[in-house]
């Protein structure tokens, strides 16, 4: 296990599509978390999961949006009915829960052009 | 709310120049700071952090001090190579402990280092 994995790497889709994305985290990582992060923005914080439960959403994360991580490994973030506005970035990353450190791990992201 | 501001970009300068970027946060609890690094194409990694007031975190020639006073996390490094061009990000986590741990990160900064 080489660090967090997410496929695809690169999506276009039209609008009004459904799209899903995939991540892996490392593998004795608990917690994961999703990301957006817009052209010249830094990332900006979506959803989180603590296992299986997905404890916290960003206000960011509109009704069109879905994440799961249905056994505690990996997860899948659904945006349905796309809009041109979803073009971004998504950014996952994965930490261990653990008192003495913070660090997140990030994969390479899944770049989403809406057309 | 929690914010962070960053110095703006994009950031040129020559090898083994001197670089500073600028980081300054908001945060209403006592949050780890850390400064994340994007080379292109690939994802976020974790450069360096701090975690308490007074600490200085370092890595690669890399330094930043977590100065409490003036709400401050600037990145240092005494001479840049042109391998070090990349898009630089600060990030705070608030609360350090206890819930979900997000970060927030500033916009980010673009170096470019010439030979």
């Known amino acids: 296990d080489t660090g967090v994995s997410q496929d695809p790497r690169h999506k276009i889709t039209k609008r009004g599509q459904n799209v899903t994305f995939r991540c892996d985290p490392i593998s004795e990582h608990n917690r994961l978390y999703w990301y957006r992060q817009t052209l010249g923005q830094g990332p900006e914080f979506l959803t989180y999961f603590q296992n299986e439960a997905q404890l916290e959403k960003s206000r960011l994360l509109s009704d069109r949006f879905s994440a799961e991580r249905p056994k505690g490994s990996f997860s899948t973030l659904e945006i349905q009915r796309t809009e041109q506005g979803d073009s971004a970035m998504y950014l996952c990353?994965?930490?261990?829960?653990?008192?003495?450190?913070?660090?997140?791990?990030f994969g390479q992201g899944t770049r989403l052009t809406v057309v | 709310g929690d914010s962070v501001t960053q110095m703006e970009g994009p950031v040129t300068l020559s090898e083994e120049a001197f670089l500073t970027i600028n980081c300054t946060y908001t945060?209403?609890?006592?949050?780890?700071l850390f400064w994340y690094v994007q080379y292109p194409g690939e994802g976020l990694q974790l450069l360096l952090k701090a975690t308490k007031a007074d600490d200085k975190g370092s890595n690669k020639g890399f330094e930043a001090t977590y100065r409490k006073e003036t709400t401050s996390f600037h990145l240092e490094k005494g001479s840049v190579q042109v391998s070090d061009s990349a898009v630089y990000f600060c990030?705070?986590?608030?609360?350090?402990?206890?819930?979900?741990?997000?970060?927030?990160f500033g916009s980010g900064t673009q170096l470019t280092v010439l030979p």
């Open positions: 945060a209403t609890g006592y949050p780890s």
């Open positions: 990030a705070l986590s608030d609360p350090p402990s206890g819930s979900a741990r997000q970060l927030t």
């Open positions: 990353a994965s930490s261990f829960d653990s008192p003495r450190t913070t660090e997140a791990f």
